[in-house]
């Protein structure tokens, strides 16, 4: 019987935050619009900083800097703040001659790598606007990015605004497909959870924006500043939304290896904010509270509840005690089914990995692989969650 239990909750624990939450979700907000108090384009605009923390990124800077000036927002209604960690390629020269363009660009050089959450959390202390975005280097901007982003803060309810990513480069042989897929859904999961209550749960951290009385320092060998930031906000009472409308671009990574290494550092960052929040799911009837637990805490838990379910499973193999003895042995026979496809399912990304050594590229296959992969992160994420966190410090993930 206990082992019937944690089967059948880890079971449903797993297939509530991919399957039936975002269900609940689309039901949900199918009556519901997006906020309306928004700041029209002719009215007074307020002052926005831009921030962005770099390191070595000589081949995306020009283009990401271009595309920010390009855009429709009024050229002295904002700034940009960039901070360079201790760049070794081209990219303090080019910010150089770019400062000489743009006059409302100021960079700072730190000589020591610190990491991105640290570089902001200083380059914070010199911002003028009452708006903050909040971006990467090779996040594109498009025409009216910076609009769709600051116009929502007219409504005082709310104090942050994240964006829609997205994925360029994708590539059938790699992993691309499958993590922009993946992306792709969690920008509408993020999007109805901001229609129902405005409790979108973490925001792309590529490009958002939030009210400068509003941001929280990150603490430091925090791995995951944007979520840590988005739940502040909330502990505040306001409200954390996703505009569609606010269109950035990114090349995502197509390497399998690489993508890989990025999930366990974010997972690590994940039970980071998992310590911090936790509290949160003391208080289950509170919105926030579902959507933590819905969208994110079971989700971070997956690797366990798929282990539980197996280890579950092969107890389960065996006739567990019953007055019945036909419906004891159908019982067995129906677990035992069970066992089978778990090991077969199991065995996929192993035939996926054994296809790409031939070039055979099956995309179907390979999404089995990425929930897979998934999880074994979070696993490893959690393994060094334990050990211990001593440096925010990563290589950058490189893009196609």
């Not at 859904?185 to 009385?213: D, H, L």
């Not at 998992?274 to 994110?296: M, N, R």
């Not at 959690?382 to 490189?398: H, R, S």
């Amino acid at each position: 019987m206990v082992f019937e239990v944690l089967f059948w909750l880890s079971v449903f624990a797993v297939f509530h935050t991919y399957v039936l939450y975002p269900f609940l979700l689309k039901i949900f907000s199918s009556n519901k619009s997006d906020n309306t108090v928004v700041f029209p384009y002719d009215e007074n605009l307020p002052f926005v900083s831009i921030l962005i923390s770099v390191f070595n990124e000589q081949e995306v800077i020009v283009e990401k800097i271009e595309s920010i000036y390009n855009t429709n927002y009024p050229v002295e209604k904002f700034e940009l703040i960039i901070g360079s960690d201790a760049s070794t390629d081209n990219t303090n020269s080019l910010l150089d001659d770019l400062s000489q363009k743009y006059h409302s660009l100021h960079f700072f050089i730190f000589k020591q790598r610190q990491g991105k959450g640290n570089i902001i959390n200083q380059l914070f202390e010199k911002t003028k606007g009452e708006i903050l975005i909040l971006t990467d280097a090779n996040v594109i901007f498009e025409t009216n990015t910076i609009y769709e982003l600051v116009k929502h803060f007219k409504n005082k309810d709310i104090g942050l605004v994240d964006t829609n990513m997205i994925n360029k480069g994708l590539k059938k042989e790699g992993i691309s497909i499958q993590e922009n897929a993946y992306l792709s859904r969690e920008v509408i999961i993020k999007n109805q959870e901001s229609r129902i209550w405005g409790t979108m749960m973490g925001p792309f951290g590529g490009c958002y924006a939030i009210r400068k009385e509003l941001y929280s320092k990150v603490p430091e060998n925090y791995l995951v500043d944007d979520f840590y930031i988005n739940m502040k906000v909330f502990e505040k009472q306001q409200k954390a939304i996703n505009n569609l409308n606010a269109k950035v671009y990114e090349h995502i990574s197509s390497n399998l290896k690489d993508e890989f290494r990025r999930k366990v550092r974010i997972a690590t960052g994940n039970f980071q904010n998992l310590k911090t929040f936790a509290y949160l799911l003391l208080t289950p009837f509170k919105s926030v509270s579902f959507c933590f637990l819905s969208h994110k805490v079971l989700r971070w838990l997956g690797p366990f509840f798929l282990i539980i379910a197996f280890i579950s499973n092969i107890f389960l193999l065996f006739h567990p005690d019953s007055p019945c003895q036909s419906f004891t042995a159908g019982r067995s026979e129906f677990y035992k089914y069970l066992f089978y496809f778990q090991c077969f399912v199991f065995i996929l990304p192993v035939i996926d990995y054994l296809l790409r050594k031939f070039k055979i590229h099956i995309v179907t296959l390979r999404f089995i692989t990425h929930f897979y992969s998934m999880n074994l992160a979070l696993l490893f994420g959690f393994i060094n969650f334990l050990k211990g966190v001593e440096t925010n410090v990563w290589k950058p993930t490189k893009r196609n």
